[in-house]
């Protein structure tokens, strides 16, 4: 299975994508494209300082990965999915601070509609009440709560409210919502995938 992780910052993504490979020692992990592109010395900002180019390198850095897993076999999972950064690009427009505005945002979704069909499940990691995940400071992601619920309204707005229409007409991936405990998630995504399997048998 090809799996993409998906959601605003500090809500657990690269911890569950660590917990799978634990777990399931033959899926290839692919790094967030922030981290993968900040150790080849790329300047990148958040909030109201990202423009453009921080955007759309990370979000085809995403894609370029995405596009070496071509069969359904393939046992991959994403720290991050090219959704993403419709989402961040989307709160950057929304304040108006650099180049990034609506018309960039459109832009964008044709391109994340096309490369979705490399991915059999997206994984959405919703902020919820059910199961609050507190900030963490760990140097690199911003803590500023109203940006994190922000975004993660916007994801809400994608994902369920079918904004900018990013799943694809043909090959679309199963979208799935998870959160709870660490055991508890990866559980849940094992059942997911044994059902995707059975579907196909």
């Not at 300047?43 to 990202?50: A, G, L, T, V, Y």
Request: proline share 4%; net charge negative; charged share 25%.
């Amino acid at each position: 299975m090809r799996i993409a992780i998906s959601g605003t910052h500090s809500q657990g993504k690269s911890t569950f994508v660590h917990d799978w490979i634990q777990r399931h020692h033959h899926y290839i992990r692919e790094e967030e494209p922030f981290r993968a592109l900040h150790q080849e010395g790329y300047d990148i900002r958040f909030r109201q300082e990202s423009t453009r180019l921080h955007n759309g390198i990370q979000m085809y850095y995403n894609i370029s990965r995405l596009m070496n897993y071509q069969q359904e076999s393939d046992c991959v999972i994403f720290d991050r999915c090219p959704v993403d950064y419709i989402a961040y690009s989307q709160y950057t427009a929304n304040h108006q601070t650099t180049d990034i505005d609506d018309e960039f945002v459109e832009s964008l979704a044709a391109r994340v509609r096309d490369s979705l069909q490399q991915l059999d499940l997206i994984i959405f990691l919703p902020i919820t009440d059910h199961w609050p995940i507190a900030m963490e400071d760990d140097g690199i992601r911003p803590i500023d709560l109203p940006y994190r619920d922000e975004v993660d309204s916007i994801f809400k707005e994608i994902y369920r409210d079918h904004r900018f229409s990013v799943m694809p007409i043909n090959n679309p991936p199963v979208l799935m919502e998870l959160w709870g405990s660490r055991e508890a998630r990866l559980n849940s995504l094992e059942q997911a995938i044994q059902a995707e399997k059975n579907k196909r048998i």
